[in-house]
Structure formats: structure tokens, C-alpha cells
């Protein structure tokens, strides 16, 4: 167990030191902030739709290494995806980190990320992301906090 814990710790770093889809799009018109004031965490989500499918998203911001590994590898999973799917996604992940449902296989390298349940102020560093890509899509709001 503690081998398979160094390995998302590995994961994650990595992804902290070198975030993927990192800056805006091309052709990105949608956008949303995100903030977490408990942590000082700040994302800024980017995405542009084609029809019902996210065709790209992409993140700039500045946070902790939870927060800046959720942005990038939600970015990775959330790519081609529709918009349903996303939904369905984030409903599984959300279940994940707040520790109220098992990992799920469907989750792929979201997994890494399970180790947030232990750490319950954390769960807003790692679903941060997530509420400013839903709030980018729906065009509900520009800027979202978790407080
Ligand atoms: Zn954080």
C-alpha cells in the first residue's frame, strides 16, 4: 500500500512542476475562476465547446500542489468528452476525494488523487477545478468559491 501511496505522490508532483494544458486554448471561449480563499488557491478554467463536446480546456492559476495536480490531470480526463460525461465524471471523482464512495476503475489517472479523503480540508484544493470547469460550460457564473 505505502509502494502504490509513493506512486501518486510521484504522480502528483509531477504534475504540480509540470501542469499539462497549461495556459488558454486556442479558440477558448469559455472561461470561469475558481477560488479556494481557505488554502489560497486560484484557477482559471478555459474550454471551448463543439456541439456537446469539450474540444479543448486548458487551465492557468496558481495554488498547492493538490489543487495545480487536480487542474492538469482534469484537464487530461476531461478531453472529447460531453458535457453528460463530464457530469458523470466529476460525480465519481467528487465520491473519490470526499471519501464517500470507493475508486472506481472508470476514474483512470484520477486515482492518484484518492488520497485527499484522509485529508478533508483538502477536498475543496481538489475539486476546485472541477466547479470552475462546470460553472465555464453552463455559463452560470465567472468566478466560483468554495467559501
Ligand atoms: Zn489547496
Redesign the pocket.
Known sequence: MSDLRDLYQTVILDHYKKPRNFGRPAGADLSAEGV?P????RVQVFARLEGDQLAAVGFEGS??A??TAAASLMTQAVRGRTRKEVEELFARYHDMVAGAGATDPSLGKLEVLAGVREFPA?V??AT?VWHALRAALDGSAERVTTE
Open positions: 479556494n481557505l488554502c489560497g488557491d495554488g498547492c493538490i489543487s483538502r475543496k484544493c476546485l
